[in-house]
């Protein structure tokens, strides 16, 4: 006996996303501090030479998506977030992932002085919850990230540049584990 899936059955299960022309077109702003070679942002956020940072609050559109990718218009200009190895999750929740409704910088306004430092300077620093480190480096991958409440985020600066967040009990930075060199560029004392 052949058994048949229906739509509406698979989209009960979760087993089906939307196609990528119906995921959702909308404005918001960049929930974190990215790093664009002037065309193309990856979940990945390497530090590499030639790429400036987009800071976190950036107005932004989400005008259409395309194979693991968000097409985004910012300050005029045409990006894409490109969802290279957070594949787990679609597309529409990628993209609200990165694209928020609400302005940021209304909340890191209220940070005190040493973590809006380290958000501005896309870094982190002790104390910091897993919002405000997300809000100053981005998210881990999900990849190697599933749970973004673990104990510890595993996060790259480059593709050889790992760096290790741990957090305490209260879900606030314990500490950052890395080599010297990556430790100046990711980490605020």
């Known amino acids: 006996m052949r058994v048949r899936t229906t739509v509406v059955g698979a989209v009960l299960l979760g087993a089906l996303s939307l196609p990528v022309g119906a995921q959702p077109v909308f404005d918001g702003f960049l929930c ?3 790093r664009t070679d002037g065309s ?6 390497y530090a590499e030479s030639g790429k400036r940072v987009v800071p976190v609050g950036t107005p932004v559109r989400v005008t259409g998506y395309g194979r693991y990718r968000v097409h985004v218009q910012i300050n005029g200009g ?3 977030i490109g969802n290279d190895y957070s594949r787990d999750i679609d597309l529409g929740s990628f993209a609200q992932r990165w ?3 609400e ?3 209304r909340k890191i306004a209220s940070f005190p002085p040493k973590i809006r430092e380290a958000i501005m300077s896309a870094r982190v620093t002790k104390g910091m919850t897993r919002e405000q480190v997300a809000m100053a480096v981005g998210y881990p991958i999900s990849s190697e990230n599933p749970n973004l409440d673990a104990p ?3 996060m790259w600066i480059s593709s050889f540049s790992e760096f290790q ?6 879900g606030r ?3 950052v584990t890395t080599d010297p060199q990556t430790r100046n560029l990711v980490v605020l004392d």
């Open 99 to 101: 694209v928020v409704s």
């Open 165 to 170: 967040i741990t957090f305490d009990n209260a």
């Open 173 to 175: 930075v314990r500490d």
């Open 152 to 154: 510890m985020w595993r």
């Open 78 to 80: 045409k990006q894409d």
């Open 103 to 105: 302005d940021p910088s």
């Open 40 to 45: 193309w942002m990856s979940d990945s956020n």
């Open 32 to 34: 974190c501090n990215l």
